[in-house]
């Protein structure tokens, strides 16, 4: 035994391009003799009858086995592999996608109650496909060596299974065992089950089987091969041979049934009873027949006339028949709402102009090539008018309230049609119409019409014509009699005619569209307007508009029908729609579920397009029945019994993919960090109408609203945030009762490891710790600045305190003994010029110590500029020596760093000092530079000058330029013996940083 992984390849998708055979099956009237269709016989919906094929989407023509699972999916067995339909598109397995599956030949499906999917092919063997796994079966397991070509699951859950040769085998603990026979041999063809659970075996010559206490035995005994086993909801064993025709299991006996004689002498390959009590009937080479529960035998569409074997048959839950066939496709028979009404002739999908109902009840037609027609037996018949009807073809019809027809031709002819004949109508005076585009009597009996260029005609009975040349293009009327007669003209808008005059309402009173097309006045006395680009309701002289879902509602409006339950029925280019008129006023939503159903040629309509033009465009009969003109022909649904059984819809998500790798739909998902792309597939399986289901998602805390997507199957998100979200997807089809379905997926998008609180915290930890360990060494270098500036003022105060004192005390002392020399007899020159030196040594050396306490602290005085305190520090530095000094600023100063200052302040102080010690210099000029982006200062004097090489390493300049490489400054030095001294700095107006 050997497993694979589940592989499937998409081949297409939507119903975009699919050949579909769209036929309307009107058996109840077309396949019954001409003596049964008048009968009171309840006549059966209208059917349609459509065909998918290799081109469409289908694996190939041929349709092996048929089976409906509890998901809702169709599979289908072909000779070239199982595929799943969900009603919009098929995926295929195959040995491809699944190497496990080896063997592509597609004879029989099952399913067990426990979600196990069957397979038995042309080879030995069987395979099941269990949560996307696929699982062989062979000898290990108890099969035979021959290909398994029956499969059955009977009420109890047993699964059965019918080899070619061997005996009948039933699934027991995993094992398959054979069933006890009194027969040495049998080859089994058929397997049935009833609702008791009773299992039923057809063979080749061996006659009717029936289980009975776990052994089979045999039930009747027959000649042919039966290969093909029913029973009905009565209990009734049907029996399909190949020679023999339809049997059935009659006290013991298997006899022919009652109308089998209309069956072709070709071999039975499939029974299958209905939920009406009938029984379909597949044949080979001759197609598919039906046995009405009344005994009648009807013959398919595509009976007869081609050549086809039918190989399966399936009744799905919503009643639509399944048809497997040999090189035809697949094809499914379902009951729509309407139904096409052929024309009797070479064009049975002759276009369809007008149609109304007279008081006899009878239903007239226009047709595409202007001719009457009249619906008799499910048809249209031309009708041959007596008399001679003209000028021109017919071009205008509406019921007379006293029986019969008006009639009006292109050239202005007025006719009334009783009883077959067509008499002119003579006029008693005023100007005879030159062609007629519409007809309509109000309640009064007036007869109003609707002409190409002179107007509107208001014909009484008796009376002379009035004419009012003021209404043009006019193509529906309503109302009238007692009330005003509204008109619609194509040109001009909506009119009111009434006592006042003749009143039109166009874009500028608020109906939105340069004309109107149709008119409905309904039980409250509002009206309702067709245009060309939606629906108005004109009330109280002023008109509102109409919004649904995809922009049905504006699109063009061709009639407007209101049935006995107040819905509105709006034939347009889009099909035909219906609406409650309660829901209309209260307001349809623009998006999502809506009471607003469309009926179009999924629906039975011969054509999405109706015709739209001159009225009556539609009409609703007397009983409720709705009759719409198509461009293929016309059109007929009842109203009263429109309801049909309910199509189920499950909504299911078919594939998530990440980055191109696949995760469980199941969930919840859990998406690695730094995923990209999300894709999450989905599908609204509906094997009938699937065309019509609609899809609405939204990510919880990614999408504001719905995204409306139509019949998009598939939702794209990328660069999800990280977090836990919720996918939501909803379904429904448009004009059905009920909430939407809906489905969820929880997802989560992990986080990087820098996208986590965690991360988060750590961060704020280290910008703390970080924060921390920069005030830190902020405070250590306010600590330390402030210990220099400390030891500064210490060394000031004790230079003060101690030796500038002790100088003074020096100077007093030899200024007293030079007083006391000079009172001394002798001569005293050579004492006194000693104590001149003395006292002169001195005076240097406090006027060096007073230097020094000032170049250890020498601040910018408060409320100073830079200027101001270089005038202060070189009155200090050079007061007393005779040195002249020039101070200036070049231009526009500005607010400097005062950390800035204090350093241009120590460097000025440096090089006064050596213009003072060194230089011998008479003058000295200091500028300051305002720059945009610097601040200069240029200190020049007229001393004694030096070389730069030489005095470069001195330890003023030394310190004037390690301070400037700090700051980012530069220095340029002019000077030389004998030729005075010019220094210029130069720093870069930036953030000063200690």
Known sequence: MTMGRLGFHRLHRGWTGWRCAVALSLWATLALPPAARGSDRPQPRATVHRIWRGESGLAQDTATALLESREGFLWIGTEDGLIRFDGARF??????????????DVRCLAETSDGSLWIGTSQPGLFRMKDGVFTGFGAPEGLPDSPILRLLVDAR??????????????????????????????????????REGTLWVGTAGSGLWRLKDQRLELAALSAGDITALE??????????????????????RLEPSSGAGVLPARPITVLRADRDGGLWIGTEQAGLYHRTRDGRMETAPGGPQVRWTVLDLLEDRAGTLWVGSEDRGL???????????????PEPEEAGRMVCQDSAGTVWCLTGDQSLGQVREGRIEPVSLGGTVGPGPISALWPRGSGGLWLGTRGGGLFSLEHGRAQGVSWQGGPRPDGILALFEDPSGNLWIATPHQGLLKVPFPGAPQVFPQARDVVAMAGGGSGPLYLASLSQGLGRLDADGLRWFGPTQGLGSSGAQALHLDGTGALWVGTADGLRLFRNGSFRRFTGAEGL??????AILEDAGQNLWLSTGQGVLRAPRSALLQGLPASGPSTLAVFDHWDGLPARETHGGTQPAAWLTRTGELWVPTSRGMAQADTGRLALPPRPLRLRLVKVLSDESVLPVRGPLDLAPGSHRLEIHYTGISLTGAEKVRFRYRMEGVDPGWNEVGDRRFAVYSNLPPGSRRFLLQAWRPGEAGPPQEVSLEVAVQPFFHQRPVFWFLCAAVAGLFGWWLLQLRLQQVEARSAVLDERNRMAREIHDHLAQGFTGVLLQLEAAEARLARMEGDPEPVLTRLGHARELAAASLQEARRSVMALSPRKPE????????????DRLLAGTGIQVELAQTGQPKRLDHRLEEELLRMAQEALTNALRHGKAKWVRVTVQHGARQVGLCIEDDGRGFDPAAGAAGYGLRSIRETLGKLRGHIDIDSGPGRGTRITIILPLRRWRP
Do not use: M
């Open 91 to 104: 995926d295929r397995f195959s040995r491809t996608e699944a190497p496990v599956f080896a063997h592509n």
């Open 157 to 194: 859950g047993t699964l059965w299974a019918a080899p070619a040769e061997g005996p009948l085998l039933r699934l027991a603990g995993g094992r398959f065992e054979p069933v006890a026979c009194d027969a040495a041999r049998l080859r089994i063809q058929a397997i049935a089950t009833d």
């Open 231 to 252: 029973l009905d909801a009565a209990g009734t064993v049907w029996a399909g041979t190949r020679a023999q025709g339809l049997l059935i299991l009659a006290e013991g």
């Open 331 to 345: 094809r499914a028979i379902y009951a729509v709402p309407f139904q096409a009404v052929p024309a009797k002739g």
């Open 553 to 558: 509602l504006k699109t063009s409006i061709h």
């Open 863 to 874: 409320g100073t500029d830079l200027l101001g305190a270089l005038r202060i520090l070189s």
